[in-house]
Nanobody, 124 residues
Framework: QVQLVESGGGLVQAGGSLRLSCAAS????????MGWFRQAPGKEREFVAT????????SYADSVKGRFTISRDNAKNTVYLQMNSLKPEDTAVYYC?????????????????WGQGTQVTVSS
């Protein structure tokens, strides 16, 4: 099992930037695809971005495309989410997730391991 710990959340003004990090423990990180999901108050958790095991393939939700970038450093067992041009509607708890298949996935049911989440709040 891979343990995931997110960091980097916080309060930022609209138009600002944040970079989330997700540190993974376990030898299988480099074989796993990774994803970011988010859950706003009163809403269901939704897909944000995913990256395959090597970093060569990524996919984004339409709502964040062009503003967010997912990347990974397998040497550091870490996946990142760079968030630019943040909007108040990006306010949510952001979760990192890992799946043992190496390919990208937008479906949260395909993920095996989850972090505890980090709060991102964007003020208007």
């Amino acid at each position: 099992q891979v343990q995931l710990v997110e960091s980097g959340g916080g309060l930022v003004q609209a138009g600002g930037s944040l970079r989330l990090s997700c540190a993974a423990s376990g030898r299988t990180f480099s074989n796993n695809a990774m994803g970011w999901f988010r859950q706003a108050p009163g809403k269901e958790r939704e897909f944000v971005a995913t990256i395959n095991w090597s970093g060569s393939s990524t996919s984004y939700a339409d709502s964040v495309k062009g503003r967010f970038t997912i990347s990974r450093d397998n040497a550091k067992n870490t996946v990142y989410l760079q968030m630019n041009s943040l909007k108040p509607e990006d306010t949510a708890v952001y979760y990192c997730a890992g799946r043992r298949g190496g390919g990208t996935s937008r479906w949260e049911g395909s993920y095996d391991d989850w972090g505890q989440g980090t709060q991102v709040t964007v003020s208007s």
